[in-house]
T-cell receptor, first 112, second 114 residues
Framework: GNSVTQMEGPVTLSEEAFLTINCTYT??????LFWYVQYPGEGLQLLLK?????DKGSNKGFEATYRKETTSFHLEKGSVQVSDSAVYFC???????????FGAGTILRVKS | KAGVTQTPRYLIKTRGQQVTLSCSPI?????VSWYQQTPGQGLQFLFE???????NKGNFPGRFSGRQFSNSRSEMNVSTLELGDSALYLC?????????????FGQGTRLTVV
């Protein structure tokens, strides 16, 4: 079946540091890929998406590129802020069935 | 445009009782999915509805059920509650079931079973 693997956290960074959160996937067919963010006490917010190989999703300074050859969709940001502290989820949506399959989530803590 | 609305936000129930959670999707969206989030199991898919039909169901016992109405609003029901049903239940709204379509989540209903 489809699955998503994320790097374990928590990831602790100082403000203005470079962020990478690794995400790899296993899927049947050609999935769409997503990053979601969850702030404390909240639901999930869609951060960015990519629907085909070499697509780059971007939003609020975050970027991720759909790499079919390495089955990866790593999240990056050049300069993190304290307000970026949250849990980040990588997810895929396969061509057969509509459900989202999520990774375990990565906690990000940014210190000032 | 209003987002996904879930009610209630918080619930405390006793073991053995039943509970109904409600989700109003974004206007114009016809696809609604439900997920359970727990610290141990993470985010797990419960079921998905499109145009009042259940298209997909996750690996949960029959105590978990749902439905969708003609206005796309959805409800999920859990009967004979167990302590392990304590979780954040999230509803997601999509325009349609296509894999490229974004899913937008509500703030969730926090269910505590005592």
């Amino acid at each position: 079946g489809n699955s998503v693997t994320q790097m374990e956290g928590p990831v602790t960074l100082s403000e203005e540091a470079f962020l990478t959160i690794n995400c790899t996937y296993t899927a049947t067919g050609y999935p769409s890929l997503f990053w979601y963010v969850q702030y404390p006490g909240e639901g999930l917010q869609l951060l960015l998406k990519a629907t085909k190989a070499d697509d780059k999703g971007s939003n609020k300074g975050f970027e991720a590129t759909y790499r079919k050859e390495t089955t990866s969709f790593h999240l990056e940001k050049g300069s993190v802020q304290v307000s970026d502290s949250a849990v980040y989820f990588c997810a895929l949506r396969g061509p057969y069935g509509n459900k989202l399959v999520f990774g375990a989530g990565t906690i990000l803590r940014v210190k000032s | 445009k209003a987002g996904v609305t879930q009610t209630p936000r918080y619930l405390i129930k006793t073991r053995g009782q039943q509970v109904t959670l409600s989700c109003s999707p974004i206007s114009g969206h016809r696809s609604v999915s439900w997920y359970q989030q727990t610290p141990g199991q993470g985010l797990q898919f419960l079921f998905e509805y499109f145009s009042e039909t259940q298209r997909n169901k996750g690996n949960f016992p029959g105590r978990f059920s749902g439905r969708q109405f003609s206005n796309s609003r959805s409800e999920m029901n859990v009967s004979t509650l167990e302590l392990g049903d304590s979780a954040l239940y999230l509803c997601a709204s999509s325009l349609n079931p296509d894999r490229n379509t974004e899913a937008f989540f509500g703030q969730g209903t926090r269910l505590t079973v005592v």
